[in-house]
């Protein structure tokens, strides 16, 4: 029962996962609230109209990968910790380089890889951090409706001042 009051706050930084936004939760170290591993497991009743599992399973251990690849050693980590008394916490700017290397990384790759594949076909991936605790959304967005739209159904709605046209991807 303590257990579960000890993380009971944490459901209100981190949003559920839903039909339009799947939420992928933190499963590896973290460090000034970023994360080195999230969760790689496919929830096929949301993710199967967006993409396949062989793709979400390549999309993640890249990100993991890109992640683990900038993370502080534990030297660095260590260093940090045990001089933050004697330096005023300035010794923590050593791990928190990396830690925003890190960070700076994994959007660069994600936003790469949302031009490239994603966002054409209605959704695309976020790094969400809060101070404590960060996760990856796999949300659908609005698509063009001159782009190719690989979905179920298609709905036309207007949106903005200009009332341009876009196709809303819709699962049930």
Request: aromatic content about 12%.
């Amino acid at each position: 029962e303590y257990m579960g009051n000890r993380y009971k706050n944490l459901s209100i930084v981190m949003p559920s996962s839903t039909a339009s936004c799947v939420v992928l939760r933190a499963v590896g170290s973290s460090f000034a609230g970023l994360s080195n591993r999230y969760d790689s497991h496919y929830y096929e009743e949301y993710m199967a109209s967006m993409m396949d599992k062989e793709e979400f399973d390549e999309t993640i251990e890249s990100l993991n990968d890109e992640l683990i690849s900038y993370w502080p050693c534990m030297f660095c980590i260590g260093f940090g910790m045990v001089c933050a008394p004697f330096t005023c916490c300035l010794s923590l700017l050593c791990p928190n380089i990396c830690i925003q290397d890190a960070l700076r990384a994994a959007q660069d790759f994600l936003e790469r890889r949302n031009h490239k594949y994603f966002r054409s076909r209605g959704f695309e991936w976020r790094l969400c951090r809060s101070y404590w605790s960060s996760w990856i959304e796999i949300r659908r967005i609005p698509v063009p409706v001159d782009q190719e739209v690989p979905t179920h159904v298609r709905e036309e709605c207007t949106v903005g001042q200009e009332n341009s046209k876009v196709v809303l991807n819709i699962t049930n």
